[in-house]
């Protein structure tokens, strides 16, 4: 490994001999189960092992980015992502500990990734090298990396950054705010203490002086406020300052390290637009805190953290767009929203969501094939059900083609308006009569969807049809009383003569939108199967929305379970099945559910969790579910 420094002292995510275990059992076996095995509980396997990270990088252009540069590159939190899709990206690390996990990762899961141990203010590379730079929750230690102004020395090291850059390369900076909400609630800086962000900076150095507590995450005191953030327009004023020809700066929530959703700065009422779906308030005390922190006129100097996405000015005319710039027009915005699997593009027209780009993550190319599936499959319901779709008691999301944005094909999908049904189970939005007739309703209407969509499909309920329904639950990797459960239920299904029928295969109340006209809408039909019992997806439903409804207050919870519970009970009985059932069709679901997640036990163990919790799932007692 390069050593163009001697390397600091270890800090960090976990303490000096944890590391010292991680690194030993990362080399003996897989680098994520030493990371399970060994700091399970801390929040570093959290961070490096959860399915949304920094996701921006998912809609970069790649079609025009080859060499990356990934500045503090820590334990390869981007640097191994962006290896999916660059021809090579070097990892520069301090800390030799930090950059030989790079090392084992790199190797491990074949990644052209080069980590090399240097610092970032002499960075030992000649001009016009990279394509890409990036520093994710980098940019703001900058200041501990010498001597002098802090702010001299961010600045510096941008000027030094567009110099390694290629003209139209871009500059990737993800990091918080001076002015967070989360800064006047008392959350610690980056010094170690809290509100230094806040004050000014003189009166934050001699505070921290008097202080003298550890920064954020080290062992060590460092004397002085050195770590400085800024306003987003501070930001961006910066990095033109430092030369860069275009500076975007996109709001983020979760935050740059899990980035959910991104939007422009700029763009209010895209953000409100979204988040509204994603995050909606769930009491009142959320309803007044949004109307403090994300009005129009506070929302740019109070969002948390931002991603700065920086261009270095090219010498070919109309050479290197920035994001989305393909479906970009005047009055259009993009919001990207990311989950585990995949990237979505919110096309936004004055503010108002109207179309959604979809295109796998790099690296799933299972959740590719299931995207691709499913948008075959609506495809052909548009077509064979066009002219009564609007007597249909429940349908899809149109599709309506695809798009090639920055080399990849996206599939393009419209947007539903309306609330999910997870929205209107929260206390700030829940009315139990309301809420009532809908779960009526929606059940009804969807036994009766999906035997429409049988009839498209050709379901059979013969046996090809359960021998496949075994073999796929044969081939997943769980332990052996699952996969007693599984046999034990396909014998009892046949036995019984269970009908088989076309189902969604992710039947849940965030996968349900309600139309402002009341009418029903499934989103998310990468899991679905043209031959399944259709009871196994009805208690799919039952146990999410039991979950869903664990905010309410206790009464109204209570009550609202009560009658779940029935209308349930009530649809799994007109279809057939017997309470002694339910115990099978709970195992079936989980079965489709763990195989249908490409075998991620990361992503499908709180499904065995509540499988082994469940068996009481249509109990009596309401709230042990």
Same mark, same amino acid.
């Given at each position: 490994?390069?050593?163009?420094?001697?390397?600091?002292?270890?800090?960090?995510?976990?303490?000096?001999?944890?590391?010292?275990?991680?690194?030993?059992?990362?080399?003996?076996?897989?680098?994520?189960?030493?990371?399970?095995?060994?700091?399970?509980?801390?929040?570093?396997?959290?961070?490096?092992?959860?399915?949304?990270?920094? /996701?921006?990088?998912?809609?970069?252009?790649?079609?025009?980015?080859?060499?990356?540069?990934?500045?503090?590159?820590?334990?390869?939190?981007?640097?191994?992502?962006?290896? *999916?899709?660059?021809?090579?990206?070097?990892?520069?690390?301090?800390?030799?500990?930090?950059?030989?996990?790079?090392?084992?990762?790199?190797?491990?899961?074949?990644?052209?990734?080069?980590?090399?141990?240097?610092?970032?203010?002499?960075?030992?590379?000649? /001009?016009?090298?990279?394509?890409?730079?990036?520093?994710?929750?980098?940019?703001?230690?900058?200041?501990?990396?010498?001597?002098?102004?802090?702010?001299?020395?961010?600045?510096?090291? &941008?000027?030094?950054?567009?110099?390694?850059?290629?003209?139209?390369?871009?500059?990737?900076?993800?990091?918080?705010?001076?002015?967070?909400?989360?800064?006047?609630?008392?959350?610690? /800086?980056?010094?170690?203490? !809290?509100?230094?962000? *806040?004050?000014? %900076?003189?009166?934050?150095?001699?505070?921290?002086?008097?202080? !003298?507590?550890?920064?954020?995450?080290?062992?060590?005191?460092?004397?002085?406020?050195?770590?400085?953030?800024?306003?987003?327009?501070?930001?961006?004023?910066?990095?033109? %300052?430092?030369?860069?020809?275009?500076?975007?700066?996109?709001?983020?929530?979760?935050?740059?390290?899990?980035?959910?959703?991104?939007?422009?700065?700029?763009?209010?009422?895209?953000?409100?637009?979204?988040?509204?779906?994603?995050?909606?308030?769930?009491?009142?005390?959320?309803?007044? %805190?949004?109307?403090?922190?994300?009005?129009? &006129?506070?929302?740019?100097?109070?969002?948390?953290?931002?991603?700065?996405? !920086?261009?270095?000015?090219?010498?070919?005319?109309?050479?290197?767009?920035?994001?989305?710039?393909?479906?970009?027009?005047?009055?259009?915005?993009?919001?990207?929203?990311?989950?585990?699997?995949?990237?979505?593009?919110?096309?936004?027209?004055?503010?108002?969501?109207?179309?959604?780009?979809?295109?796998?993550?790099?690296?799933?190319?299972?959740?590719?094939?299931?995207?691709?599936?499913?948008?075959?499959?609506?495809?052909?319901?548009?077509?064979?059900?066009?002219?009564?779709?609007?007597?249909?008691?429940?349908?899809?999301?149109?599709?309506?083609?695809?798009?090639?944005?920055?080399?990849?094909?996206?599939?393009?999908?419209?947007?539903?308006?309306?609330?999910?049904?997870?929205?209107? &189970?929260?206390?700030?939005?829940?009315?139990?009569?309301?809420?009532?007739?809908?779960?009526?309703?929606?059940?009804?209407?969807?036994?009766?969807?999906?035997?429409?969509?049988?009839?498209?499909?050709?379901?059979?309920?013969?046996?090809?049809?359960?021998?496949?329904?075994?073999?796929?639950?044969?081939?997943?990797?769980?332990?052996?009383?699952?996969?007693?459960?599984?046999?034990?239920?396909?014998?009892?299904?046949?036995?019984?003569?269970?009908?088989?029928?076309?189902?969604?295969?992710?039947?849940?109340?965030?996968? &349900?939108?309600?139309?402002?006209?009341?009418?029903?809408?499934?989103?998310?039909?990468?899991?679905?199967? !043209?031959?399944?019992?259709?009871?196994?997806?009805?208690?799919?439903?039952?146990?999410?929305?039991?979950?869903?409804?664990?905010?309410?207050?206790?009464?109204?919870?209570?009550?609202?379970?009560?009658?779940?519970?029935?209308?349930?009970?009530?649809?799994?009985?007109?279809?057939?099945?017997?309470?002694?059932?339910?115990?099978?069709?709970?195992?079936?679901?989980?079965?489709?559910?763990?195989?249908?997640?490409?075998?991620?036990?990361?992503?499908?163990?709180?499904?065995?969790?509540?499988?082994?919790?469940?068996? %009481?799932?249509?109990?009596?007692?309401?709230?042990?579910?």
């Amino acid at each position: 490994m390069p050593r163009f420094l001697l390397g600091q002292e270890y800090w960090g995510e976990t303490g000096s001999e944890k590391m010292r275990q991680l690194l030993q059992g990362a080399r003996e076996v897989n680098w994520r189960t030493a990371l399970q095995r060994y700091v399970g509980g801390q929040p570093i396997s959290q961070h490096l092992l959860s399915p949304v990270r920094a /996701d921006l990088l998912h809609a970069m252009p790649w079609d025009r980015i080859r060499d990356v540069l990934d500045v503090g590159a820590g334990m390869g939190f981007m640097s191994c992502d962006m290896a *999916l899709y660059a021809d090579s990206v070097v990892a520069l690390e301090a800390v030799p500990q930090r950059a030989e996990f790079v090392q084992i990762r790199a190797r491990q899961d074949n990644l052209r990734v080069f980590p090399i141990i240097a610092s970032a203010m002499a960075m030992p590379f000649p /001009d016009e090298s990279f394509d890409l730079i990036t520093l994710n929750g980098v940019f703001e230690y900058i200041g501990l990396w010498g001597d002098g102004d802090p702010k001299q020395l961010q600045e510096k090291f &941008l000027i030094s950054a567009l110099r390694l850059l290629r003209p139209g390369g871009y500059l990737y900076v993800g990091i918080e705010t001076r002015y967070a909400t989360s800064a006047f609630l008392g959350a610690r /800086d980056h010094s170690g203490l !809290a509100f230094t962000s *806040l004050m000014p %900076r003189a009166l934050a150095d001699l505070y921290c002086r008097l202080r !003298a507590r550890p920064f954020y995450g080290a062992e060590h005191v460092v004397r002085g406020y050195r770590t400085y953030t800024y306003t987003p327009s501070q930001y961006r004023k910066m990095f033109l %300052r430092a030369g860069y020809r275009k500076v975007f700066v996109q709001g983020v929530f979760d935050g740059y390290n899990r980035q959910r959703v991104l939007y422009d700065i700029n763009d209010h009422a895209g953000r409100k637009a979204v988040l509204s779906r994603v995050n909606p308030p769930a009491s009142m005390a959320g309803v007044l %805190r949004r109307a403090l922190t994300e009005n129009r &006129l506070t929302y740019r100097t109070l969002e948390g953290e931002v991603v700065i996405l !920086a261009q270095k000015d090219s010498v070919a005319v109309g050479k290197g767009p920035m994001l989305w710039s393909e479906v970009l027009a005047p009055n259009r915005t993009v919001v990207q929203l990311n989950v585990p699997y995949k990237t979505l593009g919110i096309l936004c027209s004055g503010g108002f969501p109207v179309e959604v780009l979809e295109v796998e993550k790099k690296g799933h190319e299972d959740a590719k094939e299931r995207q691709e599936r499913s948008f075959k499959i609506l495809q052909t319901l548009q077509q064979q059900l066009a002219p009564e779709v609007s007597g249909l008691s429940m349908r899809w999301p149109v599709p309506m083609g695809t798009q090639k944005i920055a080399g990849r094909i996206y599939r393009r999908y419209e947007y539903i308006q309306g609330q999910s049904l997870s929205t209107l &189970l929260l206390p700030k939005h829940y009315d139990h009569r309301t809420v009532s007739q809908l779960i009526s309703r929606m059940i009804v209407a969807y036994v009766s969807f999906c035997g429409r969509l049988s009839n498209i499909v050709g379901s059979r309920d013969d046996q090809s049809s359960w021998t496949a329904i075994e073999k796929q639950l044969e081939d997943i990797e769980v332990s052996d009383d699952f996969h007693r459960d599984f046999r034990a239920a396909v014998d009892a299904a046949r036995a019984a003569g269970w009908r088989l029928s076309a189902v969604h295969g992710d039947f849940t109340a965030g996968n &349900l939108i309600v139309t402002p006209s009341g009418d029903f809408v499934l989103v998310d039909w990468e899991h679905f199967l !043209a031959a399944y019992p259709i009871g196994a997806d009805l208690l799919r439903f039952l146990q999410d929305a039991l979950l869903e409804s664990a905010r309410l207050p206790i009464r109204v919870g209570r009550r609202f379970r009560h009658h779940l519970r029935q209308v349930v009970n009530a649809a799994l009985e007109n279809c057939g099945y017997s309470p002694r059932d339910y115990h099978h069709l709970h195992a079936l679901y989980i079965g489709h559910q763990i195989a249908a997640l490409g075998g991620d036990s990361r992503a499908y163990a709180p499904l065995i969790e509540a499988y082994r919790a469940g068996h %009481r799932l249509l109990g009596d007692d309401l709230d042990d579910a």
